[in-house]
């Protein structure tokens, strides 16, 4: 599962009302804008919001895990503010893993240091067949048209309710699905 997570905490909120009906997973991460000193040793606090997220991952049987290079993981484009650690790694608490490693070298003009990590998929997985498109291929040529298709025929009209934003985000799953 990857989450992202506004500085309203909408996804942490979403997440905790419906923990009890997710499916089981092996792996969530993403930017939860979150802050705690479980996660970075400069905050000084551990707030509601981040024993809500701990909570979460706990009932969805995941564990927090840190970086084996600890630092932030968020550095902003403004010099004049510090470093954070907003992006996590949360892993089946029976796996396997290699810690999670932040790749500076990867940062690129973004302002979020990649994660990365190495973990065992279930059983259930390892028959999972990849579908790929050829790169350079008519297939590709054309799936890419389908979709730039699609998408353009998306009422673009920037959507003011829960109700709107699924029904968006259904839009583009459809091209997607039908491409």
């Known amino acids: 599962m990857n989450v992202y997570s506004d500085d309203q905490h909408t996804a942490i909120n979403l997440l905790a009302e419906r923990a009890p009906t997710l499916p089981a997973c092996v792996l969530m991460t993403g930017d939860f804008n979150c802050h705690s000193r479980e996660w970075d040793p400069s905050v000084l606090h551990h707030r509601t ?4 997220l701990l909570d979460i991952a ?19 484009h403004n010099v004049e503010l510090r470093g954070s650690v907003i992006d996590l790694v949360f892993i089946k608490a029976s796996e396997s893993l290699v810690q999670p490693r932040r790749l500076l070298e990867w940062q690129g003009p973004s302002d979020h240091i990649p994660l ?20 350079g291929s ?7 048209e389908q979709l730039i298709g699609g998408i353009r025929g998306i009422r673009l009209e920037t959507p003011t309710t829960i109700a709107e934003v699924d029904a ?9 699905s039908k491409a």
């Open 58 to 76: 706990a009932r969805l049987g995941l564990k927090l895990t840190l970086p084996v290079n600890p630092g932030p993981t968020f550095l902003s």
């Open 116 to 135: 990365a990590s190495k973990f065992s998929l279930p059983s259930e997985l390892e028959d999972f067949k990849r579908v790929s498109i050829a790169k």
């Open 138 to 144: 008519d297939a590709e040529t054309q799936f890419v």
């Open 168 to 176: 968006m985000a259904q839009a583009v799953a459809d091209v997607f």
């Open 49 to 52: 919001m981040a024993i809500s």
